[in-house]
């Protein structure tokens, strides 16, 4: 995933000084206890594709669930053929059948994260000045603990619900494409172990602002499609002495230069509308009346460079983007490169024609000498409705326990496996109760992190409002 919303993406090296102040200080509730051993062991599981395995960490999670009081019968892991360390974990807990189930999504795979390149170790789960840092600790394990500490207690407390509640948890949502996406696998072959009426997955969040305090909360309806092409020159090589101005890195550099400088058409959803209506009147300021002025016909092309400076996330919310994300050229350091490749990550608004992007990427690039090839296929996928099933609860909750905090709809930038529910005719929605600061969590990047009262807020968040939607 996944950038949950809007916010400002800050990478910090260090610590996070403002949360300290805020910290969780209170003596931990025997859920919450429950949850950071949960957390601990799941985070601490290296997951990641090169040296990792879904499989140990599903099955951990599988022993939690059956202590917890789950039988075997309740609970399956799942192996891809060809897959074995790619497993996958589904388990139910039994309503009375009146509704269709609800299912709750979480993937345990996480992105590579380097030891040498981080302050602290990745793969160990360190928590400083009320903040956790490791790999996963927010993107997505904090969700995954999440829902096996609650479906460990709805067990314990023998929840009286009108639907069943099934919890996934699967693998390789961080890679695309790939043949061993969980989530995808399920739907092609155990479609009913996970068949629900509706879905709360990762790709919403909270937001606080400098002194801490929540200034709205995101629910995710909807998402950008993901598309990558690989861009290649090639060319006959040959000595680098004689230095001909014909040069493959030449030829792609100069493609990339033009495309770094492109943008993709302006285009507002009913989502992202709603979402810029909702934030003018929650912001203050300049920024307020420039989310009121992109909203105009035409919008005002100042007023969104302005909101682009303040977090890059404004354009992408607007806009299909397509950015360089690798480059692979030349064989020796004297010979003239006879290939010179780059990877070109492209975001498609929904609704927009993937066709469309790469006949733009062929008129932006302007040089017949580039060869562009889609990299897998897109997974085109239709927003959720917002019913007031889903709505209510949540900001009936979010009043609940943030007392005036509004509910605010975003479209995430980025991809989630919702897509193949949401295709599925299962409506999934990105929610979780868990808030971030202006920094951002680190998701993908160095330091990823989570505010340790963020991840036991999301518990109760998530208890509540797994427990009113299974008991509709």
Known sequence: ????????????????????????TAPLTPEQKQLREIYQELVEINTTDSAGSCTIAVTAMAARLKAGGYSDSEMQIIVPPGGPTKGNLVARLKGNGASKPLLLLAHVDVVEAKRADWVRD??????????????????????????VANMIRYKREHL??????????TCDEEIIPSRFDGLEYLLKHHRNLIDAELALNEGGSGLLDKNEKPVRHGIQVGERVFQSYQLEVT????????APRDNAIYHLADGLSRLGKFDFPFTLSPTTRLFYERMSKIETGQTAADMKAILR????????????????????????????????????TNALPQRARAVVNCRVLPGESVDAVRDT??????????????????????????TPAIMNAVELITNDMWPGVPVV?????????????????????????????????????????????????GLEFLYRLGKNLAQQ
């Open 409 to 457: 709809p975003t479209m995430s930038v980025a991809t989630t496996d919702g897509r193949y529910l949401n295709n599925a005719g299962i409506w999934t929605y990105g929610v979780s109760g868990m808030f971030a600061g202006a920094e951002g969590n680190g998701i993908h990047g160095l330091n990823e992190h989570i505010r340790v009262k963020s991840l036991y807020d």
């Open 361 to 386: 990427l062929v008129r932006v690039l302007a040089d017949d000498k580039i060869k562009i090839t889609p990299m897998g296929e897109a997974v085109l996928s239709p927003p959720p409705p917002m």
């Open 297 to 332: 016909d035409p919008p005002d092309r100042d007023a969104m460079e302005r909101l682009y400076t303040i977090s890059p996330e404004h354009n992408s919310t607007v806009r299909t983007t397509c950015v360089a994300t690798m480059v692979d050229a030349g064989h020796a």
């Open 235 to 242: 060319n006959p090589g040959g000595h680098s002495a004689r």
């Open 160 to 169: 009286a619900a009108r639907r069943d509640i099934i919890l996934a948890l």
């Open 1 to 24: 995933m996944k950038f949950p919303g809007i916010g400002i993406a800050v990478l910090l090296m260090g610590s996070i000084v403002s949360a300290s102040s805020h910290a969780q």
């Open 122 to 147: 990745p793969f160990k789960l360190i928590e400083e000045n009320g903040v956790f840092y490791a790999r996963g600790s927010s993107d997505d394990k904090a969700m995954a603990a999440v829902f």
